[in-house]
């Protein structure tokens, strides 16, 4: 049987968003809910034909003819040809993937028109203008779509004929404009006049845009597969170019910035709907709308609500309005900030429109980060140099630059920056992501800018129209002043202010809402979760973004203070036991009082201390740059070839045992002294890392059993010991290792570099990004776990510890323990909890809950 390729919009639903892609699935749910008389009729070619486009390097057998069935259809239902000479149907021809990505694939409007057929829509539309508008836009999308010429190219001839009119607004352009500029846009490119052979370089093109450096980007940063496709959605064109009674607009559900239950968006009249997202022309405000065609407000209004309880969620919608008449062109879950996020699922819950479970699954938990990010500081006083729209919140502070590729560079050099731009294209979604902060002088909230800083969590201020933003003199000049590339620029998202002061930023109060979902995460999820906190300070933290324990304080990050490290210095130079005794007395009180203030901090849960565990050059000076003697011949004599797998961990307590005897005395007196203060006994887990063979934690084991004994602690009253499996062989035989262990900590940074064989450090700079282009993985396995490999070793050691102790307790703690997606591989792996760091404890409770919530519904 011939694979189906097209389906007709009549022909799919909301559960077929694999097939059809997020836009297709759910224009065709809309069609189900709305009506044909609502959503304007066409068909969807499946992400299915894209992927075997990609393969085949063009069209699969069957789908031309499917197209051809399927436009003869459409022409049927419309009762028009594509570009007939004298009625003719004209098409959209939009992308639509699995997953949205706003921007960063192709659309072509107007599609169906030539010299011939523009009379005909002229004379049957009895507006010339409205006809030559239209083929203008046409013929310029084409050339920027299909033919990749430059979208400046295009700018600059508009502003050249205006200019030459004195106009300041395109839609004062006259029709002879209009048609003057069409012909000098076709001067750029071999423009097809065939309909048919418009429709097929056209999706051939939203084709080809899956594979574009912007879209490649917008994958690799927000974990959308490279194998899914798009799918392609050909549509009949409604125009809202017609004149005063049309217009064009993006409305909201709620309020996207704040998540606020009324409605919000732009919409432009006389316009169609390239002109409200691209940025180039300022728009008004949804509310607006009511003034204008008061009618159509109250339809829109009624429809977004209707949306809203049928999808269980806040919709993003894009629509028209021809001559009066309202048309739905597309519907979506709408990406918002964190703080949006919060607040509609706990306004969902308290209108009954969700339940607790549902509402969690509303939120992306990698967006909350943004909730804990700085704020410019209340008290602070500044001149405001410009203000335009509050775009995506938050605060930021850095140089100007005024390119996506300046961004990358900054961000490599470790500076903070802002990217300045009149307006963004798709292609700066790589400087979205390396800038702290972006600033736009055109668009509103539904520009391209605004959409892609939320989706990311960048804070953004869109349409600061004061400021003319000159990217090629690299100059931002408002009212007088002139600032330049590497000037310092603040921004407040949240309120649209633009400062040339150094505003300081504050931390953010988690707020009632935000609570409420962290409080609902705890009631669902069934893991723990911890932090990683190497300080007191780190630790109160943790504790204040609900962690449940530290899961690992890494005591070698306690040796890098200044009055610390050469003390620690002296103590790897030591030659002789006695010697190094010495110095390690002077580094002992130190290491108490910091594990005293983990204890206090964390009253009564979990803390688990791992020994010294750093690989020995990070202490060891240069021999040649000590004086010649014992020290430069110590120095010499253990210097390592390989550091990271040399003398580190457990092997380090072997040949050195004195000074994991100062760690674990200092952790007894420290206990003591908490429990003496506080009448309570803190809760100490000893971790010994780098475990390879069952032995040597016996060996470890002894020794600090005989260390506790003496300080009259009782195992485990008192205390735990437990390892941390970051080698293979320790998962492969972790049922020996198990029987001298309390609990297993997974640390999957040094597990995913010995199993893979990846440097972490040498694989990120040089190695990854080649191998995501080349497919070899689609993310970094330092982010997420590789499940396919690390986490069927993580999941062997799990089992087989449980095997030899089914009460054993099972954790992760490397860098994996706050990536939402780890998280739910650990769910199902047994793991009793997961510890991350301080900020992205939040992050893993919800994404823990999330986890929770699927696994009951499977």
Request: hydrophobic fraction near 40%.
């Amino acid at each position: 049987m011939a694979t189906k390729w097209v389906y007709e919009f009549s022909e799919g639903s909301k559960d077929m968003r694999e097939l059809l892609g997020g836009k297709g699935a759910n224009v065709a749910e809309m069609t189900r809910i709305l009506g044909t008389e609502r959503v304007p009729a066409g068909f969807t070619i499946t992400t299915e034909a894209c992927v075997a486009y990609m393969r085949e390097e063009g069209f699969p057998e069957g789908l031309d003819e499917q197209i051809d069935e399927a436009l003869a259809a459409l022409e049927e239902t419309a009762g028009k040809k594509l570009g007939d000479n004298e009625d003719p149907l004209l098409v959209s021809v939009r992308s639509g993937a699995r997953e949205s990505m706003p921007g960063m694939l192709d659309t072509v409007l107007n599609l169906g028109l030539n010299d011939d057929s523009v009379q005909g829509l002229a004379t049957k539309t009895e507006n010339e203008r409205f006809a030559w508008d239209s083929y203008r836009r046409f013929v310029q999308m084409f050339g920027n779509v299909v033919h990749g010429i430059e979208g400046k190219h295009f700018e600059d001839e508009i502003k050249r004929v205006k200019s030459d009119r004195g106009v300041k607004d395109d839609t004062e352009l006259d029709v002879e404009a209009l048609q003057e500029l069409t012909r000098s846009f076709k001067e750029l490119y071999e423009f097809p006049t065939e309909p048919r052979d418009q429709l097929e370089q056209a999706i051939r093109a939203v084709f080809d845009s899956w594979n574009g450096e912007r879209a490649a980007t917008y994958r690799r940063i927000n974990r959308i597969p490279d194998d899914w496709g798009t799918a392609v959605n050909v549509q009949q064109m409604v125009f809202g170019n017609k004149g005063d009674d049309s217009g064009s607009g993006v409305a909201f559900s709620r309020d996207e910035v704040t998540g606020a239950p009324e409605p919000s968006g732009d919409f432009l009249i006389n316009a169609q709907g390239e002109d409200v997202v691209s940025g180039v022309r300022n728009t008004l405000d949804i509310s607006d709308l009511d003034r204008v065609l008061p009618e159509v407000h109250k339809q829109l209004m009624e429809i977004l609500r209707e949306l809203e309880r049928h999808y269980g969620d806040m919709q993003d919608t894009e629509f028209t309005v021809e001559e009066g008449q309202l048309y739905m062109l597309q519907t979506r879950n709408a990406k918002r900030p964190a703080q949006a996020a919060v607040r509609f699922a706990v306004d969902a819950v308290d209108e009954g429109l969700l339940d607790k479970a549902q509402a969690i699954q509303t939120i992306d938990p990698e967006t909350l980060d943004a909730l804990l990010h700085p704020t410019f500081d209340p008290q602070a006083e500044y001149a405001v140099l410009a203000s335009g729209v509050a775009a995506s919140p938050g605060a930021a502070v850095g140089e100007i630059v005024f390119t996506a590729a300046d961004a990358v560079q900054a961000a490599a050099d470790g500076r903070d920056v802002i990217l300045a731009r009149p307006f963004t294209e798709a292609d700066d979604v790589a400087g979205f992501h390396a800038a702290k902060g972006i600033v736009t002088s055109e668009g509103g909230k539904a520009s391209h800018a605004a959409l892609v800083a939320r989706g990311m969590g960048v804070p953004a201020v869109t349409g600061a129209s004061d400021l003319e933003i000159d990217v090629s003199a690299g100059e931002v000049r408002v009212d007088g002043t002139t600032l330049h590339a590497g000037d310092r620029l603040a921004i407040d998202g949240t309120t649209g202010s633009i400062t040339t002061e150094d505003v300081p930023l504050v931390d953010p109060e988690v707020g009632d809402a935000f609570d409420t979902i962290l409080k609902w995460a705890d009631e669902l999820r069934t893991l723990r979760v911890r932090a990683n906190a190497d300080t007191p300070e780190d630790a109160r933290k943790a504790r204040e973004f609900g962690a449940e324990g530290i899961g690992l304080c890494r005591t070698e990050h306690m040796f890098f203070g200044e009055d610390r490290h050469e003390k620690m210095v002296q103590v790897i130079l030591a030659d002789e036991v006695d010697e190094r005794r010495k110095r390690l007395d002077e580094l002992a009180p130190l290491q108490q009082g910091d594990f005293e203030g983990l204890f206090e901090a964390m009253e009564g849960l979990p803390v688990t201390i791992r020994l010294l565990d750093p690989p020995l050059h990070e202490f060891l000076p240069d021999p040649d740059e000590l004086p010649e003697g014992p020290q430069r011949d110590r120095a010499r004599s253990l210097q390592e070839v390989n550091p990271m797998l040399g003398t580190r961990g457990v092997r380090l307590g072997i040949l050195y045992p004195e000074i994991y005897e100062m760690q674990v005395r200092a952790m007894m007196l420290a206990a003591k002294a908490v429990r003496d203060r506080t009448g309570e006994m803190p809760h100490l887990e000893v971790m010994i890392p780098l475990v390879d063979y069952e032995r040597e934690l016996d060996l470890m084991r002894d020794h600090i059993e005989r260390i506790a004994h003496e300080e009259g602690m009782e195992h485990p009253a008192d205390y735990t010991i437990g390892t941390m499996i970051e080698l293979p062989r320790a998962c492969f035989l972790a049922d020996r290792i198990a029987e001298e262990a309390d609990f297993f900590s997974f640390g999957t940074n040094d597990l995913t570099q010995t199993a893979l064989g990846f440097s972490r450090d040498d694989i990120e700079g040089k190695i990854l990004a080649r191998y995501i282009e080349m497919k070899i993985f689609d993310r970094s396995p330092f982010e997420t776990i590789d499940a396919p490999g690390v986490g069927q070793m993580l999941r062997m050691g799990a089992w087989l510890g449980r095997k030899t102790k089914p009460d054993i307790k099972l954790g992760v703690c490397g860098e994996h323990g706050g990536d939402p997606d780890s998280i739910d591989f650990f769910h199902h792996s047994g793991i009793d909890y997961v510890s991350c760091s301080p900020y992205r404890v939040p992050v893993a409770r919800v994404a823990a809950a999330q986890a929770a919530v699927r696994a009951a519904a499977d």
